[in-house]
């Protein structure tokens, strides 16, 4: 495993510690410096020598300890290795966040058994590696943070996407799950998820595709800055989870209440709407089982003329949720309606989207009428 460091830091005050997966390029990287802007000292693991090299000269430069490390975060024994040694070089770890990532862009049938395996192993072991090898050292302590990079694709799949999507639905039921348990534990670990919206990183000129066409993020595309902001405000106040952007929130309760209409939606724009006019070359590098050759390009990608660098990021408690949904879906299942009704979807479709636009009206009644009741409802108990 090879390391580079800059400082001591026990010659320093001390300062807390922040380990980001992925951390070399696109929102890792991007995460990277903005716990290092706030005084953090960073930890970054990933594959790749030579942004590992850069990304801890971009951090030294920031005046803030670093430790860059080379691992495959879908090696357990890597992963444990790797925390055992910024526990030993900067200290005890207060923030762990799981962010490493591939993919396979590719209808389902045209994805090799081989490559999904890949995906899960290093977008849904890795996340488990870390999360084990972080608790190992946080518990004991009774405190820490454990941040789960997610996307709002991990409650709405998409055409293209089956492995990744997969994956990401792996991680929700998987911090489900352990928040659970920390909570019945009465655990000071806390563990938090933030759901992503499209970002401009370089993952869509790396990741395997066997498109026609070049891949593009989904509209609209936010800056990696954006999320990595949003990481690290769940990290200094955790909650059971965030959404980044009004897109995020759209995928993740649309699907809640119109996950049919969805289907038909995103049968009809998905496939077009995640491809670029430009042929792709088939042969060109990839980042699935290697890292991605070629020179530090750091946390953007190339589709920078078209991504916003600010956004709303939500707190997905039941009191927001309730009020922004009941507003907010009743729009969604007007559209939906009237879209199906335009494009001469068949009868059953059309009743179908009738019912939806109708259980969102009901929604917005019900938490008009919530202050006379005493208080906004959660939408648990409504649906």
């Not at 389902?108 to 999360?131: L, S």
């Not at 009465?186 to 933030?194: F, I, L, Y």
């Not at 919206?197 to 595709?209: D, G, I, K, M, Y």
């Not at 939806?356 to 009206?361: A, G, P």
Request: glycine share 8%; proline share 6%.
């Amino acid at each position: 495993m090879k390391d580079t460091m800059s400082q001591d830091p026990f010659t320093e005050p001390k300062r807390r510690v922040a380990v980001i997966t992925g951390g070399t390029a696109g929102l890792g990287r991007a995460t990277a410096r903005e716990f290092a802007d706030r005084g953090y000292a960073v930890a970054v693991l990933a594959r790749g020598e030579d942004r590992l090299d850069a990304t801890r000269r971009e951090i030294e430069s920031m005046g803030v300890p670093v430790l860059a490390l080379k691992v495959d975060v879908a090696d357990a024994a890597a992963v444990e290795a790797a925390a055992d040694e910024i526990e030993t070089k900067l200290g005890p770890i207060d923030v762990w966040v799981n962010n490493a990532m591939t993919s396979v862009f590719a209808p389902v049938e045209a994805i090799e058994p081989e490559e999904f395996r890949r995906v899960m192993d290093v977008c849904f072991h890795g996340f488990v590696h870390g999360t084990l090898a972080a608790l190992k050292r946080m518990k004991p302590r009774d405190r820490g943070v454990i941040v789960q990079t997610g996307s709002a694709l991990a409650y709405r799949g998409i055409p293209l996407q089956a492995a990744y999507c997969a994956a990401k639905h792996a991680i929700q039921g998987f911090h489900d799950s352990l928040r659970s348990e920390l909570l019945s534990e009465k655990s000071g670990v806390q563990v938090t998820m933030v759901q992503m919206p499209a970002l401009n990183t370089p993952q869509f000129e790396w990741v395997r595709s066997r498109l026609p066409r070049k891949s593009q993020p989904v509209p609209p595309i936010f800056e990696p800055e954006v999320a990595a902001r949003a990481l690290v405000r769940a990290a200094e106040h955790p909650r059971r989870e965030y959404l980044v952007g009004f897109s995020s929130f759209k995928a993740v309760w649309g699907n809640k209440f119109f996950p049919g209409l969805g289907d038909r939606y995103l049968a009809r724009t998905g496939f077009e709407g995640q491809q670029t006019g430009e042929p792709d070359d088939h042969l060109r590098p990839d980042n699935l089982f290697k890292p991605y050759p070629g020179a530090d390009i750091g946390a953007h990608g190339s589709f920078s003329s078209r991504a916003r660098d600010q956004e709303t990021l939500l707190d997905n408690r039941p009191l927001l949720v309730s009020v922004l949904s009941a507003a907010g879906l009743v729009a969604v299942g007007a559209f939906s309606y009237w879209a199906v009704k335009g494009s001469g979807g068949g009868r059953k479709t059309q009743l179908n989207a009738s019912r939806s636009l109708r259980k969102s009206s009901a929604l917005l009644r019900s938490v008009r009428a919530a202050p006379q009741r005493g208080g906004l409802p959660r939408l648990s108990r409504l649906f």
